[in-house]
Structure formats: structure tokens, C-alpha cells
């Protein structure tokens, strides 16, 4: 669809939400209907926003004065300079355009009754550190606890996913698209393989040392309308250093695939009395499909 002809749809749907609006006369429902259209168009206008500055960036990264680009755009250039410094930042679309669901699979409490799932103690730390970096983009998260034996909803916009395929084996079945990379099982427990080198990452932690690997991706969602991010380690500590080294290379891994599909997978070292990410890095390419 042409941008112009994008433009036009979205001005229909608004006309539309607007009589929609208008056509309820309970005035409890239309506050709480109006509130919610609000949210959808704003996210929407956010979203504008910030493809307006990630093409004025590429044209001043491309030589294009600054001057210029207020003219031909019909823009001062005091208001371009503060559009560029203050504007929704490009890397947000790394994120998502809105509200952000970051689901979490859960385990059995043992030695209970009746037991309930939680999650761990990294895994909850990892939704956090998620939750600072969406937060400096000006996206908000929730998260949700998805309990044994690991029904994900994958169909759905603005989706992150943590935890291995052990604890939510829907993602393993995704997972089998990544012509790359794979998490997989055996006798000694669950690992990563690079297809494309044959070489297996097995967990230094197994060993008592203070490092994980994990899997860090956009995969497709089932039903073929979008992707869902998805960052997972062998064990706990690797899904908390996903999530580090999301926060420390967010920039240019949106430099490098956009909202494309990609896979890589990272090493994390940590402190091993307080369980602290000290560092993390890339043990693989950052394929893309």
C-alpha cells in the first residue's frame, strides 16, 4: 500500500471510530471506548513519528542539510533540530509500537499440594531490565506468567518471549524455521547448535562456571501476520544476559536488521556470588533470514 493510500485508510478509520462513538449513548461506555480509540491512535502517531525521524536521519547521514530538509519537508529548522534530538528514536521499532507483552514460561512449584507456577528469580530480574529499556523508549510492558505445559499465545502484535523451549515447547516448534540456529536436547540436557558451523554450545554453568549461552531472535508468528521477539538461554542466567545484551546493542542491531527476521547467539558472564551480568557477547553471526 502507498503511503498516500495508508494515510487515507487510517483517516477513514478514525471517521469511523469517531460515528462509532457517537451512535453509543450510554456516556459510561463511550468514555470507556473513547479512552481506548485515543490509545490506538496515539501509538499509531508515535509510530509515524518515528519513521519521520529515522528518514530525516538517514538524509542528514546521507550528506542532506539540515536546512534543506526543513524546506522540502515544510518544517522550521529550529523544529527539525528538536524533532532529531527529542523525537521517538528509530531503535523503538526494535521494541514494538505499543504496549508490550512479555510472556514468561513457568514451572511447577515443587513440594506443594497444590502447587502454582512461578518463574525464577533471573527470569523475573531479565522481564525487569526489559521492562527499564522499553520504559527509555516510551513503551510500556506487562508480563505474563504462562504456566505449565507452556500454551503461548504466539498470534498477537507486540510480543516478547523469554524462557526456553523446555519450559514453552510451542516456541521449539517456531524455532524449527531458524535454518541457523536451535536449541535441542540429549542425554546431557539442553543445548544450542549453530547449523551453519555444526558447532554446539553446551552451558559452561553445567560445569560450576559463571557463563550460559543463549538465543537471541525474531521469529514468525504461527499464523503468518508478523513476528514475536524471543531471547532465551540454556538456563536462567542466559535469558538475564539476553536481555543485557539487548539493552547494550539495541542501537546497532536495529541499524543492522530493522523488524527483519534474525537470529544470533550471545555469551553471558556473571558474578557467580551475586548472580550480577558482568559481560556478554556474540558467539555467532546475527543471521538473517
Known amino acids: 500500500m502507498k503511503p498516500q493510500e495508508q494515510g487515507e485508510q487510517q483517516t ?12 453509543r449513548e450510554d456516556p459510561w461506555t463511550r468514555a470507556k471506548r473513547a479512552g481506548e480509540l485515543i490509545t490506538f491512535h496515539q501509538d499509531e502517531v508515535t509510530e509515524l513519528s518515528r519513521m519521520r525521524r529515522e528518514a530525516i536521519e538517514e538524509l542528514v547521514s546521507g550528506g542532506t542539510k539540515q536546512t534543506d530538509i526543513a524546506a522540502k519537508i515544510n518544517m522550521t529548522k529550529a523544529r527539525l533540530s528538536k524533532l532529531l534530538s527529542s523525537g521517538p528514536k528509530p531503535a523503538r521499532a526494535f521494541l514494538g509500537t505499543g504496549k508490550i507483552t ?8 515443587s513440594q506443594k499440594t497444590n502447587p502454582s507456577a512461578v518463574i525464577s528469580a533471573e527470569a523475573l530480574a531479565a522481564y525487569h531490565a526489559f521492562s527499564d529499556l522499553a520504559s527509555s523508549y516510551n513503551l510500556d510492558t506487562e508480563y505474563e506468567l504462562v504456566p505449565p505445559p507452556g500454551m503461548v499465545r504466539l498470534n498477537r502484535t507486540n510480543l516478547v518471549v523469554m524462557t526456553s523451549p523446555r519450559l514453552l515447547p510451542l516456541v521449539g516448534q517456531v524455532l524449527e524455521a531458524d535454518k541457523h540456529l536451535a536449541f535441542e536436547s540429549g542425554a ?7 547449523r551453519s558451523t555444526e558447532t554446539i554450545y553446551r552451558s559452561p554453568s553445567d560445569n560450576g562456571e559463571p557463563c550460559d549461552y543463549a538465543y537471541i531472535g525474531r521469529l514468525p508468528r504461527p499464523d503468518g501476520q508478523g513476528y514475536f521477539l524471543y531471547a532465551a538461554g540454556i538456563h536462567a542466567m542466559g535469558t538475564k544476559g539476553a536481555i543485557h545484551y539487548l539493552t547494550e546493542n539495541i542501537e546497532e542491531l536495529y541499524a543492522k536488521v530493522k523488524k527483519k527476521r534474525f537470529s544470533t547467539l550471545i555469551a553471558c558472564h556473571y558474578d557467580a556470588d551475586t548472580r550480577e551480568i558482568t559481560s556478554t557477547e ?8
Not at 556474540?282 to 533470514?289: D, E, G, K, L, R
Open 12 to 23: 477513514h478509520e478514525l471517521l469511523a471510530h469517531q460515528r462509532e462513538l457517537l451512535e
Open 102 to 109: 512479555v510472556a514468561i514460561g513457568g514451572k511447577q512449584e
Open 188 to 194: 546431557q540436557g539442553w543445548y544450542l547448535r549453530d
Open 282 to 289: 556474540n558467539v555467532t553471526p546475527i543471521y538473517t533470514a
